[in-house]
């Protein structure tokens, strides 16, 4: 499997819709939303061709603990609650030289918001591991993956400027989901009332310093948590104009909720096709042609078709040896699998970096320090080929948060 050079071919700018035409499609009929899909795929083609792409990774959840309470999510935990974990250095080691074994090239290092700020039992646990900030452990956490041979991405919900200036020399890319700029879904009885890390306008200001601070950056939507269509439309036209002021959006993902038993949305139905058909064509024809779009397949695991056809070219991280604990039910596709139905639909499936190659032409974007690392696992892509691990190697994360 040869890997993906991640470089678009730029379509003319006459393909792109105006905000005022993007809006008016926020409420199409399925007949008009096949016509869009026709020509976001027409679009992701032009520019990207037929490779769909993934990154080979391992997930490691520092901690669970997070300050918010968002009515979709099972991850988050209070100290003492049943499945509530931090990680220890010895299984960080652990699993990043699994990784590196398991021809993994990402370490995808993700937390909830601020915990250190709503629990001292997890202010304790940071001091008894040596680190005095949250920040602290992910950078020593990002500099272990390296010198594994990984290359980190880190979302760890709303970082400071400070914070962000700090993980650059430990990253290759950072992350957050805008989800939605609505604040609407702030208001009592809304999804994200209960989380004060959500409110756009907090979560816009890290994008915007991240784009200052020239970082390659991940964000996306999450759609079926209340959000009215057109919201969704504004969000993606929030995002376009923050990447046509700094240049820094690399990929943008559109997720769809998926309703859990544990969670207080278990009754909220799951997003029909074509609610992803939708949001995935008006998002290829919303976004530059370079910013890649990405859907995740083990939440659409009867959807890669109707993926393929709405735009995507990327499916995103997908890991041999550790689940996706954000979504825990959802295992990820066997990459032979996924790699036969891409071909089946035309395309060819290939690994990829957490970096895409046109942020490595540009010297501002990556700290010089991490060109060799990101050169050599680059190098590796080529030859290199999953390896999962047995059962019997699982940690107790996934005994806790697999069962």
Avoid at 108 to 134: I, M, N, Q
Wanted: proline content about 7%.
């Amino acid at each position: 499997m040869q890997s993906a050079v991640n470089e678009p071919v730029e379509p003319p700018l006459s393909a792109r819709l105006t905000d005022s035409e993007a809006l008016a499609l926020a409420d199409i009929d399925a007949e008009e939303t096949a016509r869009c899909m026709v020509r976001a795929a027409a679009l992701r083609d032009r520019a990207w061709g037929k490779t769909l792409t993934f990154s080979p990774k391992v997930f490691l959840p520092l901690t669970n603990l997070c300050r918010n309470r968002c009515d979709y999510c099972s991850f988050r935990k209070s100290p003492g609650e049943v499945g509530a974990w931090t990680m220890t250095h010895d299984e960080v080691e652990a699993w990043v030289a699994r990784a590196r074994a398991a021809g993994c090239v990402e370490a995808l290092l993700c937390l909830g918001d601020k915990p250190e700020g709503a629990f001292s039992a997890y202010r304790k646990t940071l001091a008894t591991l040596g680190h005095v900030s949250t920040v602290d452990y992910l950078d020593w956490a990002g500099h272990t993956a390296l010198d594994h041979g990984l290359l980190p991405h880190t979302n760890a919900g709303v970082l400071t400027r400070e914070d962000m200036q700090r993980l650059r020399a430990s990253n290759v890319s950072l992350g957050l989901m805008l989800e939605n700029i609505s604040p609407r879904l702030c208001e009592k009885g809304m999804a994200h009332h209960r989380a004060p890390d959500k409110r756009p306008e907090v979560r816009v200001r890290m994008l915007e310093e991240a784009g200052e601070l020239a970082i390659p950056f991940t964000t996306g939507i999450l759609i079926g948590i209340g959000e009215t269509r057109r919201e969704r439309v504004e969000s993606l036209l929030a995002i376009r104009a923050l990447h046509q002021r700094y240049g820094h959006i690399q990929e943008v993902i559109v997720q769809n909720f998926t309703p859990r038993p544990d969670i207080v949305m278990a009754q909220v139905p799951e997003q029909v096709d074509l609610e992803m058909e939708h949001a995935v064509a008006l998002a290829r024809l919303i976004l530059p042609p370079e910013v890649s779009l990405q859907a995740p397949p083990n939440l659409n695991p009867a959807r890669t078709r109707l993926l393929v056809a709405a735009g995507i070219n990327d499916f995103g991280g997908i890991s041999p040896l550790t689940p996706d604990y954000i979504n825990p039910r959802h295992p990820w596709p066997h990459v032979e699998a996924l790699a036969s139905a891409c071909s089946e639909l035309g395309f060819e499936l290939q690994p990829r970096l957490p970096i895409y190659a046109r942020y490595l032409k540009d010297a501002r974007w990556l700290d010089s320090r991490l060109r060799e690392r990101v050169a050599a696992c680059q190098e590796r892509l080529q030859t290199s080929r999953f390896a999962p691990v047995s059962a019997s190697d699982a940690s107790r994360f996934e005994a806790e948060v697999c069962t």
